[in-house]
């Protein structure tokens, strides 16, 4: 099945829509004329890209500005949807952050702030949505992993796992979802530069050093690889033969070799 054809009564639900590779993602949705719904904290920066898609695109634009760590934020969706009419028949789960540094120098309000929103609201919001695309025989999911869901990552350990899982979860549902006529994508990018290392803390001249420049992807391509996947119906997309390479590496290399070589190289270990 492929994208599901524009219609006014169904919209696609795009999750950290205010920056980086889900504002992207949000653009490529209208630019097929599909009606799009932004969510993400920041609701200015929000309302600015859907007065942008709506002009550019003529198709209606949604904005909820919602804080997906807070769980009765997430359950208020489906009814502030219903009242505007609107079900989701495409859902990406985008947004996403990464804590930085070793678990014994760690916050823990942010790092459970970060399973919240990278895979609480991920089983959430998939949870919320998906009886009624099973319902109606219709619809597509695109969960935003990583590159770093296929292998630990001493420095980002939460992060890391955040995504393994969100990675597994896509691949299960994916399995579940099939007999009933949705499909399941996972996008897993390696490095895109968007707000995603300023948010992290992470020094951008470090981060050019520990990840070469054959690595990068812009968040555009990120994105355009990400809706022809879920428009394709392919279980798991990463962008980039550089990328695909060092997924099939970090997820093949035995844990005692890739490990230590993974905290060297990584910025956040370093003088500790
Ligand atoms: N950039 C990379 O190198 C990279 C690599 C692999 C995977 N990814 C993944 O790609 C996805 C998008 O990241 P990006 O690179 O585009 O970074 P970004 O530019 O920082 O965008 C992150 C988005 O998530 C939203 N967000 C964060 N916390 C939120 C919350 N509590 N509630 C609602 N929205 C929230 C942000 O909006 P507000 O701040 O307005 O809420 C923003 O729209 C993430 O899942 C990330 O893990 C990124």
Redesign the pocket.
């Known amino acids: 099945m492929s994208l599901p054809a524009p219609r006014p009564d169904r919209t696609c639900l795009v999750?950290?829509?205010?920056?980086?590779?889900?504002?992207e993602i949000a653009g490529l949705l209208a630019a097929r004329g599909l009606g799009v719904t932004l969510?993400?904290?920041?609701e200015s920066?929000l309302r600015v890209l859907a007065d942008d898609l709506a002009a550019r695109h003529g198709v209606r634009v949604e904005v909820l500005a919602?804080?997906?760590?807070d769980a009765d934020a997430r359950s208020a969706l489906p009814g502030r949807l219903a009242d505007l009419g609107l079900e989701v028949n495409v859902l990406v789960n985008?947004?996403?952050?990464?804590t930085l540094g070793p678990v014994y120098r760690s916050d823990p309000d942010r790092e459970i702030?970060m399973i919240r929103?990278?895979v609480e609201?991920v089983v959430h919001l998939c949870s919320l949505f998906a009886p009624g695309m099973a319902e109606r025989r219709s619809g597509c999911i695109l969960n935003?992993?990583?590159?770093?869901a296929f292998q630990p990552i001493p420095g980002q350990a939460g992060?890391g796992g955040s995504?393994a899982f969100v990675l597994s979860y896509s691949h299960a549902i994916r399995e579940e979802l099939r007999s009933q006529g949705v499909t399941v994508t996972a996008l897993?990018?390696?490095?895109?530069?968007?707000?995603?290392?300023?948010?992290a803390g992470i020094d951008p001249s470090e981060m050019a050093e520990a990840m070469p420049k054959l690595f990068w992807v812009a968040?555009d391509e990120v994105a355009r690889t990400g809706v022809e996947a879920m428009d394709a119906n392919r279980a798991v997309a990463i962008p980039g033969l550089p990328n695909k390479a060092s997924a099939a590496f970090g997820w093949l290399s035995p844990r005692r070799l890739l490990l230590p070589m993974v905290a060297r190289q990584h910025p956040a270990m370093r003088d500790l």
């Open positions: 999750t950290g829509a205010s920056s980086g590779i889900g504002e969510v993400a904290r920041t920066k919602t804080d997906l760590v985008n947004a996403g952050f990464s702030a929103t990278d609201a935003v992993a990583s590159t770093a992060y995504k897993c990018p390696g490095p895109v530069e968007t707000g995603f290392a300023e948010a968040a």
